[in-house]
């Protein structure tokens, strides 16, 4: 017989896997509570048709690794409401979603793929949880306020002095031009680093000068896509992997980098801004060739620490402190770590992942 429980459990989770069906709406929806050793779970809320209970469990382990990492005093979890996020019925389905995780309290939702503030607001005024609310309903906006690109910003600094780089004039290209690619452009050229290329779905722009900033944000606001704004040479989408650099940031999609095209990387420190945006096999292969990374779980941690502050009522200052200060820490024991026991970086951060949870499954 087949239960989902036996294909997943391991030494942290999954705690809970729990389908929900609504038999008025014929609303259903999946929610993984994974590791609750460190409080109870935050994680986004999907909403699509096509999301299995697998992806559900995927997702809802990397938050488990992600919040205990960044010093987070939460577990992992993530839900999907299994429904087309276009449809006219949107509002009443969030709704409806809420009340079914009314009684999981170790479930708290954050917005998603599909879902936004707005969601998170309905949600929260329903049944009292829920992250990633608007400023007017005491939210920190944290794409608004730039805190994924500014924890990307502060791994740039550690790695940086940990390497020997100089962030002034350093080369810096960036994939994905969105809200992590523009405030982590922003706050690397505050440090004195040139833009040398960035990307987007459409393809990449790039000046050996150094890009012009301000003129290409308000080209991209007013709807151009990089390579048509005339800043810069225009190459294609993948192009900018291959354009020589000091830091390449990827901030676009997952499994953007991987054993075929790793080889074409010409870079010292890559920070990974997206999420698995390099396999795991490609950031072994790029590690041997002496190339620096920062993980994911790391280097983009600003968000979810964002969120977090929000749940816990601080101020825009102390959630930048905390971002700070976290990411700070996290990327010095990673690098050096990294040295002391010979292993690539995803591996180190696993470990330091597993390490806080196993010590808070003792306290238990
Ligand atoms: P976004 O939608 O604002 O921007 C994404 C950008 O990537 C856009 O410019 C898009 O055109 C570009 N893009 C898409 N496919 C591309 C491709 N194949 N090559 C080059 N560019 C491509 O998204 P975002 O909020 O900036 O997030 C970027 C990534 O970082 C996502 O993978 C997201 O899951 C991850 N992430 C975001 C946050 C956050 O706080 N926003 C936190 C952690 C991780």
């Known amino acids: 017989m087949h239960h989902y429980i036996d294909e997943y459990a391991d030494e942290l989770g999954p705690a809970k896997i729990v389908h929900l069906y609504d038999p008025v709406t014929q609303l259903k929806a999946i929610v993984v509570l994974d590791n609750l050793s460190l409080g109870p779970s935050i994680g986004g809320c999907r909403m699509a048709p096509d999301v299995t209970t697998r992806e559900v469990f995927r997702l809802a382990r990397a938050m488990t690794l992600k919040n205990a990492i960044n010093f987070l005093p939460y577990g992992g979890g993530k839900s999907s409401i299994l429904a087309d996020s276009k449809s006219p019925d949107k509002e009443k389905m969030i709704e409806v979603y809420a009340e079914m995780i009314r009684h999981l309290p170790e479930y ?3 917005p998603d793929m599909g879902t936004d503030e707005n969601s998170m607001a309905m949600i929260k005024d329903k049944i ?20 994924t690109g500014f924890g990307v910003a502060v791994a740039a600094d550690v790695a940086a002095e940990k390497t020997g780089l100089h962030l002034k004039g350093a080369r810096v290209t960036i994939q994905g031009f969105g809200n992590v690619g523009k405030a982590a452009a922003k706050l690397l050229i505050e440090r004195g680093a040139s833009i040398i290329a960035v990307s987007d779905s459409k393809g990449t722009l790039v000046n050996n000068s150094g890009l012009d900033l301000p003129t290409l944000l308000n080209a991209v606001d007013q709807g151009k896509k990089v390579a048509e704004t005339g800043l810069g040479q225009a190459m294609d989408r993948d192009g900018i992997i291959e354009v020589e650099t000091d830091i390449f940031v990827p901030a676009a999609r997952p499994d953007v980098i991987h054993p075929d095209n790793q080889g074409r990387l010409k870079a010292r420190l890559i920070l990974e801004g997206a999420n698995i945006p390099i396999t795991h096999d490609a950031a072994a292969q790029l590690h041997a060739r002496g190339i620096t990374i920062v993980p994911d779980v790391i280097a983009n941690g600003g968000g979810v620490t964002c969120a977090v502050c929000e ?20 990327t010095q024991e990673l690098l050096e770590r990294v040295v002391s026991e010979s292993a690539p970086p ?5 470990r330091m992942a ?7 499954m003792k306290k238990k």
């Open 354 to 360: 597993r390490e806080r949870i196993r010590q808070a």
């Open 346 to 350: 995803h591996e180190i951060a696993d």
């Open 128 to 147: 009292g949880r829920a992250v990633g609310l608007p400023a007017s309903k005491g939210g920190l906006p944290l794409d608004e306020l730039g805190t």
């Open 108 to 110: 708290i939702p954050g």
């Open 311 to 330: 749940l816990e009522g601080l101020s825009k200052e102390k959630m930048f402190d905390r971002i700070q200060n976290n990411i700070t820490r996290n």
